[in-house]
């Protein structure tokens, strides 16, 4: 009887030490929330539908680059295209990216930095001086261009630039070159040598 009894106080205090550990491991079991509970569902848990339908006519692919937006090329140039007589004078008729390389200029004028050194008798060609003193033979549809201010660069033949400021008021002229002659006949000149050289190159 004495040893049942002995035997009946260990289980209870087998028992007694296990009971702790028991509640430890139910407790997380129990804070769990059901599986049964309802799920709220907000906005943004939709957006992943619209980011991934491959369906959409107007979905575009997505660019990982966060940067500044890389900034354009500041292009000037003007184009030597002839030349004529205004007002018995000898001119020289360029076009360019802006009204600041466009008009008709006489010799001693200046165009980007090049003073007019020479214009041929037959309007061929015309001589730019540089402050190095040295010079540029510019014939007709020959260019010079820079990029961001940089150097200018001669351009042999350029082709005719679509967004080139064309001669066609003496407002846009600079201030030193004689008033447009009568008759608007400056903008007839620049339109047949322009043709002229077309004709010539596709030959």
């Known amino acids: 009887m004495k040893r049942i009894l002995i035997s009946l106080a260990s289980l209870v205090l087998i028992l007694a030490a296990a009971s702790p550990a028991m509640a430890q491991t139910n407790s997380p079991a129990e804070a769990a929330p059901s599986t049964n509970d309802p799920v709220r569902l907000d906005l943004a848990s939709f957006q992943?539908?619209?980011?991934?339908?491959?369906?959409?006519?107007n979905r575009r692919a997505r660019s990982n680059f966060t940067g500044p937006a890389p900034r354009p090329v500041q292009v000037d140039y003007f184009t030597?295209?002839?030349?004529?007589?205004?007002?018995?004078?000898?001119t020289a008729f360029f076009t360019g990216s802006s009204f600041r390389y466009s008009g008709r200029y006489s010799v001693n004028d200046t165009i980007g930095g090049y003073k007019i050194a020479e214009i041929d008798p037959g309007f061929d060609y015309v001589k730019l001086s540089a402050s190095s003193n040295q010079f540029i033979k510019l014939e007709v549809m020959d260019q010079m261009?820079?990029?961001?201010?940089?150097?200018?660069?001669l351009v042999v033949n350029a082709p005719p630039e679509p967004d080139a400021k064309p001669v066609v008021a003496a407002s846009d002229t600079p201030s030193n070159s004689p008033p447009a002659s009568a008759g608007g006949g400056e903008d007839d000149i620049i339109k047949k040598l322009m043709l002229?050289?077309?004709?010539?190159?596709?030959k």
């Open 80 to 90: 030597f295209n002839g030349g004529g007589e205004v007002n018995h004078k000898r």
């Open 48 to 57: 992943i539908i619209a980011q991934h339908n491959i369906f959409d006519p």
């Open 145 to 153: 261009r820079r990029s961001d201010s940089g150097p200018w660069s």
């Open 196 to 202: 002229k050289r077309e004709k010539e190159n596709a």
